[in-house]
Structures are given as C-alpha cells and as structure tokens.
C-alpha cells in the first residue's frame, strides 16, 4: 500500500479511522512503521481482535486477547502478548488490527 494513501486513513496517532477499512495490506505496512514483522502468532492475535470487533461491535481489551492467546499456547500468554507487540497492546496492536484509539484501556 502506497504511505501516502495510507496516511489519508489514518487519525493523527497513527489509528485506522473507519475499521471497516482495514485489510491485511494495510496491517502490513503498520506493523512495518512499528517495526514488526508479522508473524502467524500476531496473525492469530489481529484476526481474533478482528473477529471480536466484528461480532461485539467494541475493541477486544488486552485481557480477551491473552485469554485467547492462552488458550493457543502453551506459554505465559500475558508475556507473549507483550514479546509480540513490545509497546503494547493499544500502542501497536490495535493499531496493526485496524482499530480506532481506545478511551480508556485496561492493559490486562
């Protein structure tokens, strides 16, 4: 995705504004700025976000993704969480998985 048609998607912190938007090419050159790569791992992170988002209409808060990060590894999955997405779960990961900024987060 060309950056300059990506930054007329996005707010001023770098979120998607309409999530309906989002794609896995959009997600890719997000997580490139954050300097991650994608792997199956964050995958399986931002499509279950993506899912909860789509069936609840409300972000997933970090406690639901390591609950069901949990329920796919067999590791700390709060650690994990945060292995995967090292400035945090509002900070990168919703950002990758295309949701708005958050008002008030629980980190989990």
């Known amino acids: ?3 300059d048609i990506l930054n007329t ?7 998607l504004i309409d999530p309906a938007q989002w794609n896995e090419s959009i997600a890719q050159e ?3 700025r954050a300097d991650i790569t994608l792997e199956e791992e964050h995958w ?9 988002y789509a069936e609840h209409g409300i972000i997933a808060d970090a406690r639901h993704a390591i609950k069901h ?3 796919h590894c067999d590791c700390d999955a709060r ?18 998985a295309g949701m708005k900024r958050p008002r008030a987060w629980s980190t989990g």
């Open 44 to 52: 399986d992170v931002i499509r279950f976000m993506r899912e909860y």
């Open 1 to 3: 995705m060309e950056a």
């Open 79 to 96: 650690n994990r969480l945060f292995e995967l997405f090292p400035y945090g779960y509002v900070g990168q990961a919703c950002r990758i």
């Open 30 to 32: 997000l997580a490139k």
């Open 69 to 71: 990060l949990a329920a």
């Open 9 to 15: 998607l996005l707010d001023e912190e770098g979120y």
